[in-house]
C-alpha cells in the first residue's frame, strides 16, 4: 500500500541570504503575481544531510562525490599498509571500468595551486560527475579491489548496488554511464517560498583598518550584501513504500531513516551568509501528515500572498490550516496528523491536532509507521 510522509512547516527568517543567485541576491521566485523569497530545495537537502548525521550511524551514510577513486585508495591502503598508492590507483580505476564508469584525470584548483608552490601533492582521477556511495558500498569495492586484479562487472555491480544506505535510499542516485546503478529517489523537497510578498534589501558596510594610523580616516573596505526577510513555508514529502524498497525491504530501517529525515528537515538550516546575518531560528509551526492516496504540497494555501502590516506568522497559519481542511475535504482526511509549534502566534494549528513537542512527534511517527508496515 503507497504511504507517503507530508512535511509542512512554517518558518520566520530574520534578515538572511541562505540561498544565493548568480549575481550575490536572495533567491526569488514570482507567484501568485507576486515576488517570494525563495530557498531551493537543493539547498535545504544539503542542510538536511548534513543535519542527520547526528542522528544515524557512520555505516548508514554516504558521500555524493566525484573522489570516490580517492576512497578506495584510502580504504585499501587502511587494511593492506603496504599497498603502494600506484598500486591503489590501478586498482581502483579496475574496479570503476567493471562498473562502466569513465574517469578522468583533471588537476583541481587546489593542486594547481599546490603545484605552483613547489608543494606537488596526489592527485587522483575523479569521475565526469557526482555519484552518491554508500559507505558500506564504498567498503565493498574496496575489499574487491584488493581481492581481484580484474574484477568482473557482476561482481562490481554486486558490490555497488546493494546496501545502499539511508543517504542513498533516501536521494536516490544517478549514474549516467549505466543506468542499471540508479536509484529512484524516495524524497521529495520542494522550494522555499515566503507567504507573502518581498523586497531585496540591500546592506550598505564599512570595515575599519585596525592597524590605521591615527591621523588617517576612512574605511579600509566598503561594501553592499542583499538580504531578505520572511516567513516561509516549507514542504518535503517521503515515499515510505519506495524507501523500505531502497532499503532491501528493511522496514526498521524504513522507520529510522524516516525519523531522521523529519528531524533533520525541520530543524535544518541553509548556511547562506549565516555568520553575516546569525539567522538560524525555530520553526514556527510543524504539521506531518500520513497519507495512503499521494503527497500533497500545500504551497497554495499562499498563492494569495498574505498582506498583513504587523506579523506574517498568524495569517500563514491560518492560512496554511484552512487549506489542509479543504484539500481534506476535497481529497479525504490524512491517515494521520502529527503537530508541534514553537509560540503562541502559531496557535490555530491546535485545530488539526494536539501540539506535541518535535522529540514527542518523531517518535509518535515511528511508533506509527512501525505499526504499518512490516519487513518484506
Known amino acids: 500500500m503507497p504511504l507517503y510522509v507530508d512535511i509542512h512547516i512554517l518558518q520566520t527568517v530574520p534578515p538572511s541570504n541562505l540561498n544565493r543567485d548568480d549575481t550575490g541576491n536572495p533567491k526569488t521566485a514570482i507567484y501568485g503575481g507576486v515576488r517570494r523569497a525563495r530557498v531551493s530545495s537543493q539547498a535545504w537537502k544539503k542542510a538536511t544531510r548534513t543535519a542527520y548525521k547526528a542522528h544515524l550511524d557512520e555505516s548508514d551514510l554516504g558521500v555524493r562525490t566525484k573522489r570516490a577513486v580517492e576512497l578506495l585508495c584510502a580504504r585499501m591502503q587502511t587494511i593492506d599498509e603496504s599497498l603502494s598508492t600506484e598500486d591503489a590507483r590501478a586498482k581502483s580505476a579496475a574496479v570503476f571500468a567493471a562498473l562502466g564508469i569513465k574517469l578522468e584525470a583533471v588537476k583541481s584548483k587546489t593542486a594547481k595551486k599546490a603545484e605552483a608552490a613547489g608543494d606537488a601533492r596526489e592527485e587522483y582521477e575523479t569521475s565526469q560527475y557526482l555519484i552518491f556511495w554508500s559507505n558500506r558500498q564504498l567498503d565493498r569495492l574496496a575489499q574487491l579491489a584488493l581481492s581481484r586484479d580484474k574484477p568482473t562487472k557482476r561482481e562490481a555491480a554486486e558490490a555497488a548496488d546493494m546496501e545502499h544506505g539511508i543517504d542513498v535510499a533516501l536521494f536516490g542516485r544517478m549514474v549516467a554511464d549505466d543506468a542499471d546503478f540508479n536509484v529512484d529517489a524516495s524524497v521529495q523537497v520542494a522550494h522555499a517560498l515566503s507567504t507573502h510578498a518581498v523586497e531585496i534589501e540591500q546592506d550598505y558596510f564599512t570595515a575599519v583598518d585596525d592597524h590605521n594610523p591615527t591621523n588617517e580616516t576612512g574605511a579600509g573596505m566598503i561594501g553592499t550584501v542583499d538580504f531578505d526577510s520572511a516567513t516561509l513555508y516549507r514542504y518535503a514529502t517521503v515515499n515510505v513504500a519506495g524507501l523500505q524498497e531502497n532499503l532491501a525491504g528493511d522496514a526498521e530501517a524504513a522507520v529510522r531513516a524516516v525519523e531522521a529525515f523529519v528531524a533533520a528537515f525541520v530543524t535544518s538550516m541553509p548556511t547562506g551568509k549565516q555568520n553575516t546575518f546569525a539567522n ?19 504551497v497554495g494555501a499562499f498563492e494569495d500572498a498574505i498582506e498583513s502590516e504587523a506579523a506574517h506568522v498568524r495569517p500563514s497559519v491560518e492560512a496554511l490550516v484552512g487549506h489542509f481542511q479543504g484539500v481534506g475535504g476535497l481529497l479525504g482526511a490524512p491517515e494521520r496528523v502529527f503537530v508541534a509549534r514553537s509560540s503562541d502566534r502559531a496557535d490555530h494549528v491546535d485545530a488539526l491536532g494536539t501540539p506535541l513537542s518535535l522529540s514527542d512527534l518523531v517518535s509518535s511517527l515511528g511508533t506509527d509507521l512501525r505499526g504499518r508496515i512490516s519487513s518484506s
Open 280 to 298: 538560524r531560528t525555530a520553526p514556527d509551526c510543524v504539521v506531518v501528515a500520513l497519507r495512503t492516496d499521494q503527497p500533497l504540497n500545500l
